[in-house]
């Protein structure tokens, strides 16, 4: 499969909400999203990129780099926002596992003032549309704290399926450790769900 022939769409709209790839000039909003939600995201999301912006023109720098990555097809990071009000939802992450297949990888975070509110399920379930429409995906996998209640809860409600466990592969900031649920969601399924 050629990467570059296929049409993926710039703009997702759901009944609530819009999403796109960042742009020039979101700098500014990204970096007020990563220090609002700096202690929101530090038990499951420690790694999230939103986590370690230094400043405005740090984020604005991170953004154009994201725009660069959703152009060559690396990654695709892709803004949640509230169709009434324009604010920042939240974010839903996307990377090709292999073109071949094709399978994709999918995360996502919540902006702290948004959680608890069935946003993040219906942006998930917009990126997901995508994924098997445009992107021709034949599977979709996601991985989650095994704590992270919430996160593999929307999984579910996306219609994936539990797949795995990892025993203690991941050590926590206090030398802890903690597992990972592995969920994937294939064509078949999504299309029956």
Same mark, same amino acid.
């Given at each position: 499969?050629?990467?570059?022939?296929?049409?993926?769409?710039?703009?997702?709209?759901?009944?609530?909400?819009? &999403?796109?790839?960042?742009?020039?000039?979101?700098?500014?909003?990204?970096?007020?999203?990563?220090?609002?939600?700096?202690?929101?995201?530090?038990?499951?999301?420690?790694?999230?990129?939103?986590?370690?912006?230094?400043?405005?023109?740090?984020?604005?720098?991170?953004?154009?780099?994201?725009?660069?990555?959703?152009?060559?097809?690396?990654?695709?990071?892709?803004?949640?926002?509230?169709?009434?009000?324009?604010?920042?939802?939240?974010?839903?992450?996307?990377?090709?596992?292999?073109?071949? &297949?094709?399978?994709?990888?999918?995360?996502?975070?919540?902006?702290?003032?948004?959680?608890?509110?069935?946003?993040?399920?219906?942006?998930?379930?917009?990126?997901?549309?995508?994924?098997?429409?445009?992107?021709?995906?034949?599977?979709?996998?996601?991985? +989650?704290?095994?704590?992270?209640?919430?996160?593999?809860?929307?999984?579910?409600? +996306?219609?994936?399926?539990?797949?795995?466990?990892?025993?203690?592969?991941?050590?926590?900031?206090?030398?802890?450790?903690?597992?990972?649920?592995?969920?994937?969601? &294939?064509?078949?399924?999504?299309?029956?769900?």
């Amino acid at each position: 499969m050629n990467k570059f022939l296929l049409d993926i769409p710039e703009k997702i709209e759901t009944k609530r909400l819009y &999403l796109r790839p960042y742009q020039a000039g979101d700098g500014p909003m990204y970096y007020a999203a990563g220090m609002r939600n700096r202690a929101h995201l530090a038990e499951f999301e420690s790694g999230n990129v939103l986590m370690h912006l230094k400043s405005e023109d740090h984020a604005e720098a991170v953004v154009r780099e994201l725009a660069a990555d959703w152009m060559a097809r690396t990654y695709f990071f892709i803004g949640i926002f509230d169709k009434v009000t324009d604010e920042w939802i939240g974010q839903v992450f996307v990377s090709a596992t292999d073109w071949e &297949l094709p399978e994709f990888t999918i995360g996502y975070v919540a902006d702290v003032n948004h959680e608890g509110r069935g946003f993040i399920s219906e942006a998930v379930t917009g990126v997901l549309e995508m994924l098997f429409r445009d992107l021709e995906a034949h599977r979709v996998k996601s991985d +989650c704290n095994e704590y992270n209640v919430r996160s593999w809860r929307l999984l579910e409600r +996306c219609g994936f399926m539990r797949e795995g466990h990892l025993r203690e592969n991941k050590r926590n900031a206090d030398g802890s450790f903690h597992g990972d649920f592995l969920y994937g969601l &294939l064509r078949e399924e999504y299309l029956n769900h």
